[in-house]
C-alpha cells in the first residue's frame, strides 16, 4: 500500500530526477517489520523522467542487529571518548580517521579536521623498519618528540601549547573479526 508520504516522494522523484530511500516501520500480523523502499528514477529515450522504480525490502532482521549492537557501540564510544591515553585510528592506507578528546588535549587544539588525513607513513619518527612491522600486522613502539614552535611556524596545525612533548606511541594493527 502507498502512502501519502511514499506518494509525495514519487513526485519528488519525478521532479528532481534524483532517487531517494525511506525506511519506516510497518505493522503486521505478530509486530512490527521495517519495510525499506527506494525510489529509483526512470528516463525516457529523451532522458525525462517519466516513471519511479519502486522497491521495498523487509530489514527488520538489519534494524534487530542494530538495536543488539548499540549498547555495545554506546559502550566503546564511551571508553574511546574518555580514555586518559591518546588514540589515534588509521585507515588501511595509513589516513588518519579519528582521535579522541584526550588526543586534542595533548595537541592543544580543538577541532580534530586539523589532524584527520595526516598520513602515518610521512611521520619523521616512523623508520622504514617499523613500517615494514606494521605493514605486516605486528605493533611497534616510537619515541618522538613534538616541538610546538615548529608546529605553529609550518602551520601543521593551530595550537595553544608551547615547548617540546616527549612520547612513546604504541601503534598497533587493529585485525577486526570480519578480515
Do not use: C
Not at 22 to 43: D, L
Not at 127 to 137: F, I, S
Not at 145 to 173: A, H, Q, R, W
Amino acid at each position: 500500500p502507498v502512502d501519502d508520504y511514499q506518494l509525495k516522494l514519487v513526485k519528488d522523484v519525478l521532479r528532481t530526477g534524483k532517487g531517494t530511500v525511506h525506511e519506516a516501520p510497518m505493522p503486521v500480523a505478530g509486530g512490527v517489520h521495517w519495510i525499506r523502499t527506494s525510489f529509483q528514477p526512470m528516463r525516457n529515450g529523451t532522458g525525462t523522467v517519466d516513471k519511479v522504480l519502486v522497491n521495498s525490502a523487509d530489514i527488520t532482521p538489519f534494524k534487530d542487529d542494530e538495536t543488539s549492537l548499540r549498547p555495545s557501540e554506546e559502550q566503546f564510544r564511551s571508553i574511546y571518548q574518555q580514555s586518559p591515553l591518546a588514540i589515534q585510528i588509521y585507515d588501511k592506507e595509513a589516513n588518519l580517521t579519528d582521535v579522541n578528546q584526550r588526543t586534542l588535549e595533548l595537541y592543544g587544539i580543538d577541532d580534530k579536521t586539523y589532524l584527520l588525513g595526516y598520513n602515518m607513513w610521512s611521520s619523521p619518527h616512523l623508520t622504514a623498519e617499523q613500517q615494514n612491522a606494521l605493514k605486516n600486522g605486528h605493533a611497534v613502539r616510537v619515541s618522538a618528540t613534538l616541538d610546538f614552535e615548529t608546529i605553529k611556524e609550518t602551520n601543521l596545525f593551530p595550537t595553544n601549547k608551547s615547548g617540546i612533548m616527549y612520547f612513546d606511541i604504541y601503534v598497533t594493527p587493529l585485525v577486526l573479526d570480519s578480515e
